[in-house]
């Protein structure tokens, strides 16, 4: 697909193109038109500085001309090619994306022999191997700790890989599954099915109520009742469920920041939040030791 979003682009990158180009030679071509006469006869130009300073008027050195016509020569031939030319993709059918497949398909082959013996180990050993925990951990730093931060704590809206809370499950299928296809979870806005901006209030105080956190316990117990609708998602006992991503309530533990004003925010406007698959971005082996590099976060202390 092309990056262009409009026709005008491609046809403007195509005229700086050939303009540059066409313009070099049309240059060249005039220069070698214009002939000096030196007044005096002695092949200067006739431009005198500091008395005795003169400008000679010799012609350009004939490799240094070739070599300005051997370049725009083959600036033609590049781009045609090569992409260049505005949305031309070029009649070699070289692209970016292609020659980065190429690059990782040689390294991971290159790199087969080293996790051939990772292949076979389960995770829990794998997690605490040396030579995988250092591979593991300079996958997580150029892949991860972008979003989870490079002790993977993380961060507001990213979770923390370090606490035994996990909002899908911290066993090593569970961890594995997240990274190869990747969550995306969504709450939806729930005032409207709440009531009023006052139950919306009521239910924030009665979710702090179940972790502990400081609360307005009149408000807390009106909004008993109305948690019956985060129920669907979050449970009775306001658990969660981590088989539909639905975090634990209880647990004093929040992803996208704690206190009364931070859960009326969430309840109003709702959330949406995206870890993207890995399957196509590592091999099977790195996988399974970016598996166990995580989940030796929480269990081996």
């Known amino acids: 697909m092309s990056d262009f979003t409009s026709s005008f682009w491609p046809i403007f990158i195509t005229v700086i193109a050939l ?3 066409f313009g070099c030679a049309l240059l060249l071509w005039l220069t070698s038109k214009i002939k000096v006469v030196s007044a005096s006869g002695d092949n200067t130009s ?11 008027n010799n012609s350009l050195p004939r490799w240094w001309v070739w070599m300005f016509i051997i370049t725009i020569i083959f600036s033609l031939f590049y781009l045609a090619a090569y992409p260049g030319l505005g949305s031309f993709a070029g009649k070699l059918g070289w692209t970016q994306n292609n020659q980065y497949d190429k690059e990782v398909a040689k390294a991971n082959k290159a790199l087969e022999p080293l996790y051939a013996k990772f292949a076979a180990m389960p995770v829990e050993e794998l997690s605490k191997n040396p030579e995988a925990h250092a591979i593991g951990e ?10 989870h931060g490079s002790d993977a704590r993380g961060s507001r809206g990213f979770p923390n890989l370090t606490d035994n809370d996990w909002i899908h499950g911290g066993s090593p299928e569970k961890i594995h599954e997240t990274i190869v296809a990747g ?4 709450m939806p806005p729930l005032a409207a099915a709440l009531g009023t901006q006052d139950d919306v209030k009521n239910v924030a105080n009665y979710v702090l109520s179940l972790s502990g956190s400081m609360f307005d ?3 807390a117990g009106l909004g008993k009742e109305k948690f019956a609708v985060c129920a669907a998602c979050h449970g009775a006992d306001g658990k969660g469920n981590q088989a539909i991503g639905a975090p634990n309530l209880t647990d004093n533990v929040w992803l996208h920041g704690a206190g009364e004003a931070a859960i009326i925010k969430r309840i109003n406007e709702g959330v949406i939040n995206h870890m993207p698959a890995q399957e196509g971005k590592f091999t099977p082996a790195q ?5 166990a590099y995580v989940w030796g976060f929480s269990n081996n202390k």
């Open 287 to 291: 996988i399974q030791v970016l598996t």
């Open 183 to 186: 969550r995306n979870a969504m």
């Open 46 to 56: 006739g431009h005198v500085w500091d008395e005795d300073i003169r400008e000679m």
């Open 19 to 21: 303009g540059g180009i």
């Open 138 to 147: 300079r996958l997580f730093m150029n892949n991860c700790s972008q979003c």
């Open 217 to 219: 316990s009149g408000r």
